[in-house]
Every structure is written in structure tokens, then in C-alpha cells.
């Protein structure tokens, strides 16, 4: 099988493309993974994840290492999170951190909703875990396809209904069908967000209601960005994906109590869905027999001249919000400690709208500004290059005012949207992990991982990889909402 990565006509982004004609095999590094096209094929790829190599090397446990670990010591992740993620305050995490203090999967990436109860929160838990299963089969995630599975399984959905998210949505209700379009679109086609899907989600949620799916969505891409950069193994329980409820085949009927069973992936699949082709996974079709393929495909238009950057971001500033912002006067007792003074940028105003977990989530983006090894500038010059492959212009002109006051030229920042030959390898080996990974995580190879690592070491990478969650969640959030550039 060959893999490609495509781009369609016009699109002329090098970066986006291997070599024509050169034959990939499906198992080589220096490829993505393929995207399976059906449900039964799907299962297999969740199953095999479980014997998934780690992309990232770990170091030689001390005795030390041993016993801050503790039960933690068999899991690459959070040794991985110990070796080479900075402490947080309030949270165990980093070298030397106390073994209780292990994390769920995917916290404190991007804009996490939280798992404590939040009542402004309104959005139904099972509802919420199908949007993230979606953005997990349009990143092709298969480590947070397997948890959602089991999470839907246990929230009562059968086979088939989960096995219906894959296809025409016909099944769902007008206002599911939105919201799920919606996620699928934040998810891969944040660069095309223009306003229209928050006007259809208007029609059947509240500006709260709307506001909650895309911090809920925005975290789900995060998750995945920091599952498949840094390449985490399928765990061998897969969320507990066996633990089915009796019964629960025949939708209407009442589910007792949760059973264990042997864990598998492979489960039946009903005759209906067996050949259904996804509607989620973005495909590639083969020019000769007009049949999808399953090479990994990231579309993406070519970055726009100077001019007409300079010309959205001057647009962006004088755009209205498309969702509420609180009063600044109101969000100033939410603010967290050592704040800085000053007028409040407007993704603080956006967040004030759930005061209750405000103050911990606005303490979350700062922190991945101010935490670790990564120096500021290079975060900077990571926030623009994401930023402009998301056309997200209240990022980019964050990313620019930060540059500036890092002493960069406006013809140093450009500098950034070209082929990157005046920087390092080092520097290039970075800003493409970063790029590949924030764009589509499916087109992030472990050779890429591989040349960074060999260049800036696995500690850097890692906190890139990190880094990169929270930027890739702050893009959708602050397009889709639509917010004014800061002035």
C-alpha cells in the first residue's frame, strides 16, 4: 500500500506532500498511518495500538525515579509527563513530583473543561463524548477513539448507535447533526471557520451552550495532539472497552448493571455497517478508480502574501465577537494570582462566561506561556506558524505583538511563513513537529519525532508537544468565537 499525502488543486504547500511515485510501506516511520475506512477495519487499528512503539525515549530509572513514581512506574505516559514536563503548582507533575499525583489522560492540555462540577456547565456528558469521538476519528486518534468507545458503551449507546456517528447522521436530530458537523469542521477545517456554523448552532443552542461545546471540543483536539505526538500506546485495558451492559444491543431497552468481560476491540459488527465507509475521516480518492484510499490527508491553501495577512489582521481588529464577552469590570475578582495589569486581552472576557471554573482555566493558558525549558521566543515563533496554517487572526496577531516585544522585525516574522532556510536544523526540526502536529496530528510521522528529538532532545520535544496542544485549542477557540484582534 502507498501512502500520499495530498493536497487539492491550487494548494501548494510543500510541507503537505511526499514525494510522487515513491512507494511508503504502511509500518515505515517516515510515513503517516494509514486511515481505516470502516468500522471492522477500525477496530483492528484500536487493537494493534496496544502494541504501538513510543516515540519518545525515556531515560534510566533511579531509585529516586522509583519511588516518586510509585504505581505510576509501568506507565510510559505519566513517566513521560515525570522525566520531562515542568511542575505545576497544585498538580503532580514533572521530575520529583509525588506519585499520587498521576493525571487523566489529556489534562491540563489546551482548554480543558475539567472533571470537577461546574454549574454553569450544561451540555450532556454523553453528548459531549460523541463530539469527542468524532474529533478523534477526524484526527484518526485511535487512542481516544478506543476511551470514547468504552465511554459511550458505558453511557448506554449500542454498537450500532455508536457505529452511526461514522455515517450520514441521518439517524440524529437536526441540532445533534449541527453540533456534530460543527466539531467535525473546528476539528480540521478550523482555517475555514467564517461565522456560518456558530449562526446553525444558534438555532438550536444558547451563546453558553455554544461557547461550552467549543472549550469541550477545542480540549478533545488537544488530547489527541498530545496522544499522537508523543506516540502513547494503546493502554491494554483500552478504557475498559469490554465492560458491556447486557441487553444493551436493542436500543428502548432497560441496561442493568455494568458487567466485565474480556477486553476487546474486535467485537461484532452488524451487517449494516460492516462495508460503511467513514463520513468523518477526511479521505483521499484514487484518480484511476474513483475509490477513497486510506493515505492520510491534511488540505491546507497556500499562506497568503504579507499584504494580505497584514490586511486580515487589520480586518480582525475591528470584527465583532461572535459570542458574548463579560465585562472586564466583572472579570477582575476571577483572575488568578500574579495576573498581569493591564486591559484584559479578550479571550479572558470569552472564558468569564463559566465564572466558576474561570479562574483555573484562564491560570491554564498563562501557565503554558510561563512554565518549562521552551524560551520564549521560540514559543512565539511556534504560536505564529500554527497560527497562520489555522488562519486564526487573533492568534497570529498575538503571535506578532509577542515577537515584536522580543525585539523581531515585521520582515523577521515573515520569515516564518517561507521555507524556514535561515534557521537551524534544530529550529526547523521543531517548527515542523509543531506545524504537522497542530495542523492534522494523522500527518505527524515518527520520523519527524525522531529528527526533532535527535536535534533538541526528548525533553524539548515533549514540552513542544505540550506546548503545541495549547496553542492548536487556543486557535479554534478564539476563530470560532470570532474574537477581535487585541489592540
Known amino acids: 500500500m502507498k501512502f500520499t499525502l495530498i493536497a487539492t488543486a491550487g494548494m501548494l504547500t510543500g510541507w503537505m506532500l511526499l514525494a510522487a511515485g515513491v512507494a511508503q510501506a504502511v509500518d515505515s516511520t517516515t510515513a503517516p498511518r494509514p486511515v481505516p475506512l470502516t468500522r471492522p477495519e ?28 510509585g504505581e505510576r512506574l509501568g506507565s510510559y505516559e505519566s513517566r513521560l509527563r515525570y522525566h520531562y514536563l515542568p511542575a505545576r503548582e497544585g498538580r503532580a507533575e514533572g521530575r520529583g513530583a509525588p506519585a499520587g499525583g498521576a493525571r487523566g489522560a489529556g489534562g491540563g492540555f489546551g482548554f480543558s473543561l475539567g472533571r470537577e462540577a461546574d454549574p454553569d456547565l450544561a451540555l450532556d456528558s454523553a453528548f459531549r463524548t460523541q463530539l469527542f469521538w468524532i474529533v478523534s476519528r477526524t484526527n484518526n486518534c485511535q487512542y481516544c477513539l478506543g476511551h470514547q468507545e468504552s465511554k459511550l458503551l458505558g453511557a448506554g449507546m449500542t454498537e450500532d448507535e455508536i457505529a ?50 467549543i472549550l469541550s471540543v477545542a480540549a478533545n483536539n488537544a488530547i ?24 444493551s444491543e436493542a436500543a428502548g431497552t432497560e441496561r442493568p448493571a455494568r458487567t466485565e468481560t474480556a477486553h ?59 459570542l458574548p464577552l463579560v465585562d472586564e469590570a466583572d472579570v477582575r475578582n476571577l483572575l488568578p494570582e500574579g495576573f498581569p495589569d493591564g486591559p484584559l486581552p479578550r479571550w479572558v472576557l470569552l472564558l468569564a462566561n463559566f ?46 505583538r509577542r515577537l515584536q516585544q522580543l525585539d523581531w522585525s ?32 494523522v500527518v505527524l510521522t515518527d520520523a519527524d519525532v525522531e529528527e526533532a528529538v535527535r536535534l533538541a532532545g526528548p525533553r524539548d520535544v515533549v514540552q513542544l508537544i505540550s506546548y503545541t496542544t495549547h496553542r492548536a485549542s487556543f486557535d479554534r477557540i478564539t476563530e470560532a468565537a470570532g474574537l477581535p484582534a487585541d489592540k
Open 164 to 213: 452511526a456517528l461514522d455515517g450520514d447522521w441521518a439517524q440524529f436530530q437536526p441540532r445533534t447533526r449541527a453540533a456534530y458537523a460543527f466539531a467535525r469542521r473546528i476539528t480540521y477545517e478550523p482555517h475555514r471557520l467564517d461565522g456560518t456554523e456558530i449562526a446553525e448552532l444558534k438555532k438550536y443552542y444558547t451563546d453558553k451552550q455554544i461557547l461550552e461545546m
Open 355 to 400: 465564572p466558576h471554573g474561570a479562574t483555573s482555566r484562564i491560570a491554564n493558558i498563562r501557565g503554558a506561556e510561563e512554565r518549562g525549558d521552551l524560551s520564549p521566543l521560540l514559543k512565539a515563533q511556534v504560536s505564529w506558524i500554527i497560527a497562520r496554517h489555522d488562519r486564526a487572526w487573533y492568534a497570529a496577531a498575538e503571535a506578532k
Open 264 to 322: 476487546s476491540y474486535l467485537t461484532p459488527t452488524s451487517e449494516k455497517f460492516q462495508q460503511l465507509i467513514t463520513r468523518v475521516a477526511p479521505l483521499s480518492v484514487d484518480p484511476r478508480s474513483g475509490e477513497p484510499t486510506r493515505d492520510a490527508v491534511c488540505d491546507r491553501p497556500a499562506l497568503e502574501t504579507r499584504d494580505a495577512v497584514e490586511q486580515a489582521l487589520r480586518t480582525a481588529r475591528q470584527r465583532t465577537a461572535r
Open 42 to 69: 477500525m477496530k483492528q487499528y484500536l487493537e494493534d495500538m496496544k502494541g504501538r512503539k513510543p516515540r519518545i525515549p525515556l531515560p534510566e530509572l533511579t531509585a529516586e525515579d522509583r519511588q516518586a513514581l
Open 410 to 441: 515585521a520582515d523577521q516574522i515573515y520569515l516564518l511563513d517561507g521555507s524556514w532556510n535561515e534557521f537551524t536544523p534544530t529550529e526547523r526540526a521543531l517548527f515542523n513537529v509543531a506545524r504537522k502536529l497542530a495542523a492534522s496530528p
Open 224 to 247: 489527541n495532539r498530545w496522544k499522537e505526538g508523543a506516540g502513547i500506546p494503546q493502554s491494554a485495558g483500552g478504557g475498559n472497552f469490554g465492560g458491556r451492559r447486557p441487553g
